[in-house]
């Protein structure tokens, strides 16, 4: 069965540092699509990139970037130049075509302090 | 285009009651996935549904039900409820693809 670890219950960062959170998966699949969602205390859940397995380059967008490693079935969110919004909680999630399914780890807390 | 939209936002019930929460998806997405998410244990997967069709059910007592109409409005129903159904229930929905947008989600508490 697949699986997403997130061990990291909580983290810190300084504004305008670099953070970042990581997140394991257990899959048998070679066709899959991994993401990262973040959930601030509004509670309204939002996708903050998106990584499909067939691709070997990692995805950015603007100041949040992937570290995708395949083969030891890793998915690492990297923060830079940290804002004050982006104190949330953070969920690494897995989904294969065919499914309907995805599964989330149970999140990283990240706080920002100013 | 108006987002995923769930009602009600709040919820207070006793236990043995039912509850019924409605999902309305984005404008076009016949997709509708539904959460429970409690404190340390992250999001689980309660159903999907797609053109009225559930395609996969997660680990969760028959307690636990869904329905989907056909302009894709989704509802999710418990029945008997326990002390361990307090949780935030999210709805998501998404073209079929595999992003999904979610509604703002029903936080049920029950007595």
């Known amino acids: 069965a697949q699986t997403v670890t997130q061990s990291q219950p909580e983290m810190s960062v300084q504004e305008a540092e670099t953070v970042t959170l990581s997140c394991t998966y257990d899959t048998s699949e070679s066709d899959y699509y991994l993401f990262w969602y973040k959930q601030p205390p509004s509670r309204q859940m939002i996708l903050v990139i998106r990584?499909?397995?067939?691709?070997?380059q990692n995805a950015t967008e603007n100041r949040f970037s992937v570290n995708f490693q395949k083969a030891a079935k890793s998915f690492s969110l990297k923060i830079s130049d940290s804002q004050l919004g982006d104190a949330a909680m953070y969920f690494c999630a897995y989904h294969t075509s065919g499914t309907y399914k995805y599964i989330f780890g149970t999140g990283t807390r990240l706080k920002v302090l100013a | 285009k108006a987002g995923v939209t769930q009602t009600p936002r709040y919820l207070i019930k006793t236990r043995g009651q039912q509850v019924t929460l409605s999902c309305s998806p984005i404008?076009?997405?016949?997709?509708v996935s539904w959460y429970q998410q409690t404190p340390g244990q992250g999001l689980q997967f309660l159903f999907e549904?797609?053109?009225?069709?559930?395609?996969n059910k997660g680990n969760f007592p028959g307690r636990f039900s869904g329905r989907q109409f056909s302009n894709s409005r989704s509802e999710m129903n418990v029945s008997t409820l326990e002390l361990g159904d307090s949780a935030l229930y999210l709805c998501?929905?998404?073209?079929?693809?595999?992003?999904?947008?979610f509604g703002a989600g029903t936080r049920l508490s029950v007595l």
């Open positions: 990584q499909e397995a067939y691709k070997q």
């Open positions: 549904y797609f053109s009225e069709t559930q395609r």
């Open positions: 404008s076009g997405h016949r997709s």
């Open positions: 998501a929905s998404s073209l079929e693809g595999n992003i999904q947008y």
